[in-house]
Nanobody, 119 residues
Framework: QVQLVESGGGLVQPGGSLRLSCAAS????????MGWYRQAPGKQRELVAS???????NYADSVKGRFTISEDNAKKTVYLQMNSLKPEDTAVYYC?????????????WGQGTQVTVSS
């Protein structure tokens, strides 16, 4: 079983910054994918950023140049640094991690953390 604990959300003014963290725990053998998704009210969940084994990153066009995803493999933690935040970034942010146990694969989701960008 894998548990993900997210932190770092909150209320910020437009132009501000936040850093989200997502820490994984459990009997994890390896992790090959870490991603951040978000869901705004009335909208579908969408990919914000991801990082795969080898360090390959992918970003939604709407956040390129403003958000940065990074990982700490030793801590099994993924981060999302969000700069120059806009009101349209307001959403619940979820982390998603894919990996393996010794006996098989897994995909796990965090509980979600609210990010609100408003003056």
């Amino acid at each position: 079983q894998v548990q993900l604990v997210e932190s770092g959300g909150g209320l910020v003014q437009p132009g501000g910054s936040l850093r989200l963290s997502c820490a994984a725990s459990g009997s994890i053998f390896s992790i090959y994918y870490m991603g951040w998704y978000r869901q705004a009210p009335g909208k579908q969940r969408e990919l914000v950023a991801s990082i795969s084994s080898g360090g390959m990153t992918n970003y939604a066009d709407s956040v390129k140049g403003r958000f940065t995803i990074s990982e700490d493999n030793a801590k099994k933690t993924v981060y999302l640094q969000m700069n120059s935040l806009k009101p349209e970034d307001t959403a619940v942010y979820y982390c998603n991690i894919k990996g393996t146990f010794r006996t098989g694969g897994f995909t796990a989701w965090g509980q979600g953390t609210q990010v609100t960008v408003s003056s």
